[in-house]
């Protein structure tokens, strides 16, 4: 296993991609790993873009910067343009085809689809348990490093709300993913 692990995970403003960040590294410190997490946002409370980094790892951490992200997370068109490139050869990106319609063949690392989006309003109504269906995905895609349980449970901590839809939106996304 590799000694650090970065996830990158971007988008808008509103779809919980901080929490994101928030629930793994709860999860890596309840696992005994060291974890650094980075955050930015605009100046607008919903719509404007977010970005969420975190590097996991059983050693000291020398930087906190995702240089060369081992999955990168794109909720948004904006997000996927910006970061596709840092994403290397080996690694993943996994973007929602409802922001991202345009994906980039010429890249040497693996792309998939998730349709979080499209599969809160299916399952449960409303595109709000997007995120839970990407962490679960994120939970399934990090599994040699980070415990399943300990996700779900760091989320269902981080997130209080609607634990039912969250649990059965987590466990979706975690099937979404080989």
């Not at 990106?93 to 349709?115: G, H, N, T, W």
């Not at 399934?140 to 399943?148: A, F, H, I, P, V």
């Amino acid at each position: 296993m590799k000694e650090r692990t970065e996830i990158v995970a971007s988008g808008f403003g509103g779809q919980g991609v901080v929490r994101l960040g928030q629930t793994l590294g709860e999860a890596a410190v309840k696992q005994g790993l060291r974890v650094t997490m980075l955050k930015s946002h605009g100046t607008e409370m919903r719509g404007g873009y977010v970005r969420s980094q975190v590097v996991l790892s059983e050693k000291a951490i020398d930087s906190p910067m995702c240089e060369n992200p081992d999955v990168f997370l794109a909720l948004s068109a904006a997000a996927y343009k910006r970061f596709k490139d840092t994403v290397p050869p080996g690694g993943l990106i996994l973007y929602d085809p409802a922001f991202v319609e345009e994906v980039d063949r010429s890249l040497k690392c693996r792309q998939q689809p998730l349709p979080a989006k499209d599969l809160a309003v299916k399952h449960f109504k409303r595109p709000l348990f997007a995120n839970a269906i990407a962490l679960g995905a994120l939970a399934k895609l990090l599994e040699g490093r980070l415990d399943k349980d300990k996700v779900l449970e760091s989320f269902l901590e981080v997130i209080p709300k609607y634990k039912e839809e969250n649990r059965a939106a987590f466990e979706l996304g975690y099937r979404q993913v080989m």
